[in-house]
């Protein structure tokens, strides 16, 4: 008898009754709102821009379709490509 | 604040249908590429054009839409490479050392050298729109090189011309004219009066 109200007072005490409707449920979630918005401008902004890809976007896209089809590398270590000048030093070519 | 966060965002909305179509994603490197190169790349397949020398935020974009079916190389290490042959350090000839040296180029260098050993591949430079004839078909002139050209809008201002040696191959590497008119390099990166005042010299 003892335990069972005791088991009874912890369950009330964690399941409080929410009176008030949380913010990310519908109408009120901004941030979904924000997101599905800021999503639609920019495929907006890709379809106006035609899907632009510049050279270096390219190369990572023919280094891909390499990966794709199973090239191996002739050399040792793992292919890298240097963008930013910083670590090229450890790039090795990619063949 | 909701009505500040709405005018933020309707001012930036407000700009994307005015950003330029063909400038909004391109690199900062070179924003004189062609966004679409989808005309270039049909006059090359018609023309059988298979190899060619070009920047290469003209000639990657080429190679994967192509899936490699055309090959365009830079040539900026070709034409370094011409540099040590002309001072004696180094021999055309030698292909071994050739591919060792071109092995230092970081991005394809198996592509520059299938366009340096190709049968009169093709060149793709920029032009300024209103250059008619730019140094590099001036060059040709003087060395009397047949040679067939087509011009292609790219950007503002700018044209890419596809220039095909028909008479003898071209090699970046034969002189150092194309250094000092930087071949392949992208104008804008230089700015807009880099070319017109430089190359008056040159010729």
């Keep these: 008898m003892f335990d069972t109200k005791l088991v009874s007072a912890k369950t009330s005490s964690v399941t409080p009754k929410i009176s008030r409707i949380s913010w990310y449920t519908w109408p009120y979630c901004p941030l979904i709102a924000a997101l599905m918005l800021a999503l639609l401008l920019r495929v907006i902004l890709f379809i106006h821009a035609g899907g632009v890809m510049d050279g270096d976007e390219a190369l990572v896209g023919v280094i891909s379709s390499h990966l794709t089809q199973g090239v191996q590398f002739l050399s040792s270590s793992p292919p890298c490509v240097c963008v930013d000048n910083i670590s090229c030093s450890r790039c090795k070519p990619y063949y | ?203």
């Design chain 2, 1 to 203: 604040m909701l009505a500040l966060q709405a005018v933020l965002l309707i001012t930036q909305a407000s700009s994307y249908p005015l950003a330029h179509p063909g400038l909004t994603f391109q690199t900062p490197y070179c924003r004189d590429a062609p966004s679409n190169n989808d005309q270039v790349i049909a006059y090359m397949r018609r023309e059988h054009i298979q190899y060619a020398w070009a920047s290469s935020w003209i000639g990657f974009p080429i190679i994967f839409k192509t899936q490699e079916q055309i090959i365009v190389a830079d040539p900026s290490d070709v034409m370094k490479l011409g540099d040590l042959v002309r001072a004696g350090k180094a021999s055309m000839s030698n292909y071994a050392a050739i591919h060792t040296y071109l092995a230092d180029e970081n991005r394809m260098p198996h592509y520059i050298e299938q366009v340096l050993y190709a049968d009169r591949p093709s060149f793709l430079i920029f032009v300024w729109h209103n250059d008619l004839h730019p140094p590099f078909l001036r060059y040709l002139d003087m060395h009397q090189v047949m040679y067939r050209f087509v011009r292609f809008p790219s950007e503002p201002g700018m044209d890419i011309l596809l220039v095909t040696p028909l008479s003898r191959t071209v090699s970046p590497a034969e002189s150092d004219t194309f250094q000092q008119i930087k071949l392949t390099s992208c104008p804008t990166r230089f700015g807009p009066d880099y070319q017109a005042s430089y190359f008056r010299n040159i010729f």
